[in-house]
Structure formats: structure tokens, C-alpha cells
């Protein structure tokens, strides 16, 4: 290769590192005057979590995930509408109990319902999400991207993502929802679990509300809770989008993979990589590296250690043969997490 070959390729790629820079930036006004624009957050809560104490280790339950047993969906399924965003086909049905459900289908469905039985098991909250293998869809209106996905006279669908759409919630997402650099959490061990919890996961699509022009997968959901004298309103931040999760994580397009065992397995010993004062540090790469990876420290790590370490190989195949995984799958992911997990442990 001569000097003229080596110039031009150094051009290039110069004038693709700059094209790169531009985007950012162009994403970056555009997200902050939407954040602009849309004003305060319509928020009442008096209290603002970010964690809940799940329990001993043996009652979590991840077959079923947030929401438990009872908040299952049941057939019959009635189409109601398709939604034309995200990149994935979706829609919304209505089950057996008058619950409204948002059905999903692509390459995230299996990582996003078990990631959300992992947060819900750590103590994070999580959206109700199932996965369901097979069934019908009520459906007499003619669909754009989900008519590849409900087909035949009986609306027969596979491999489906049901997320639970609550009325009673007040949710906010992109534009109010959040960031890892500005939460009321920051410096906080739950703070720290919940990256810790992306890391173990290698959900490396970690946007927030700084990349809403992108959309941010954060969010805030508003509940109504008991209380005396009277009910109260409570804020509960979390992760809405976990498609990145179970596959290699990584900062480009071409590093990084979702639902690959072998790649989740490659990374296993890059977890944790050392400790240096007092700060523990993680191989992890994603979208948000400098938010979710760095200064995180010892103590903090030992802290969710105690939260998740006790749990088993036995409990993350259930949570895993729930989401989708085949045997080989399960067991290969299970593995790996407790792996993982006990890195935490021996810090």
C-alpha cells in the first residue's frame, strides 16, 4: 500500500470520525430543546425510589417476574391498534381480564423479559413483561410491519413480547425521564446496583433522557399507593428498554450483540478487572460507559453482592426457560451470571 492509498484511507476515516461528531451533536441540541419545550415534568409524588428490598434470595420469584402469577396474560387476545414507532413490529391487545398489553416481536424479546425478571429479582423496579410462546389475535383491520407477525384467519402469532400497559400509571418517558448523570440517586449504592445490573446483563443500549432525540430507554412510572392518613403518589424510576442485554456488550455496532451465549460467555472473564482505590473497575462497554461502568465503589459493589448473591443457578434457569431460552440456552446464560455474580464476591 502506497502513501497515496494510506492518505486517502486516513481521510476517510478522519471525515467518518467527523461526520460521527456532527450527528452527536446535532442529537444532542435537538434532544435538549425537546427536554426545553417540554417544561417540568407532570410529576405529584412525594417520594422518588429507584429500589425496593426484594426479599430472602429462595421467595424471589423469576418464572413470573414483576407482577407475579397473577398478571399473566389471558386469552382471548382482541387487537386494538399498531403502533408505527420503535424498531420493532407492535401492537396493542386487550386479554380475557380487560388488560391492555403491548405484544412485541424481534430480536429483543427473549432478552427483554428475563433482563426485567433479573432487575425485579435484584430489587429494581421492572415492567410487567411476559413472554408468550404461541397464540391467536382477534385482529379485522389490516396491519402494516405487525402482518408479518399475526397471520392467517385466526391471527396466529409466535414468540411474542406482552408488556403490561397499566391506566392507573402515570408514565413518563423521553423527554421526562431520566439520566444517569441526573437522578436524585447519584452516589447511592441502588444507584450503583442498578449499573451494576446492566453490566451483568451487557445491556450495552443504555440511553437516557440526554439522548432523547434518539429515544432515552429510562423512564419514571407514577404510582398511587397506600398511606396514612391518606394514599400517596410515588415516583419509581427504572429501565424501560432492555433489548440490548444477554449478548456482548460493546461501544459500536460491529463489538456488541444481543441474546448470543457465546459472546455473553467471552466476556464472563472481563467482568470485573481489578480495584484500584477503592473504586472497582468493570470491562463493560455501551452507550453510556462513562455513566454506567466508572466510579463505582468497593463498598457499593459489596453491598449488591449481598442482594443478588444468594441467588441460583436453578432460579436464573427458570427465569430464563420463562423468557424463551431453550435448555442449552439456560443453562449456558445461568451459568455464567452466578460466574459473574461471584467476581462481585471476591473482590
Known sequence: MNWRTWLLAAL?????????????????????????????????????RIWRDPGPPEDRDLTYGPGGRANVP??????????????????????????????KWGAEVFAESFAVRFAHACGYFAEVTHFVKSGTIECHTPLGRASDCITGEDGQFFDARFELDDPRVNKLFEEHSWSWDDNPFLNTQELSGLKIVVMLLSNWDT?????????????????????????????????TDWGGAMGK???????????????????????????????????????????????????HARWFFSIAGGLTVRQLIDGLKASGATDDEADRFARELVARIRQLGSI
Open 12 to 48: 476517510i476515516g478522519a471525515g467518518i470520525f467527523v461526520a460521527g461528531l456532527v450527528v452527536r451533536g446535532i442529537w444532542r441540541l435537538r434532544g435538549l430543546y425537546r427536554i426545553h419545550r417540554a417544561g417540568r415534568r407532570p410529576l405529584r409524588a412525594t417520594r422518588h
Open 74 to 103: 389471558v386469552p382471548p387476545f382482541v387487537f386494538l391498534e399498531e403502533h408505527t414507532t420503535g424498531s420493532h413490529p407492535c401492537v396493542s391487545v386487550r386479554d380475557a381480564h380487560s388488560r391492555r398489553w403491548r405484544v
Open 207 to 239: 440511553k437516557d433522557r440526554r439522548d432523547v432525540a434518539r429515544g432515552s430507554n429510562t423512564a419514571i412510572f407514577e404510582h398511587r399507593v397506600p398511606h396514612v392518613p391518606r394514599p400517596r403518589h410515588e415516583a419509581r424510576y427504572l429501565i
Open 249 to 299: 456488550w460493546g461501544s459500536t455496532i460491529v463489538t456488541r450483540g444481543r441474546w448470543d451465549p457465546d459472546g455473553f460467555e467471552a466476556q464472563t472473564p472481563q467482568f470485573v478487572t481489578g480495584v484500584t482505590d477503592g473504586v472497582v473497575r468493570f470491562g463493560y462497554k455501551g452507550q453510556r460507559t462513562a455513566d454506567v461502568a466508572t466510579a463505582i465503589p468497593i463498598e
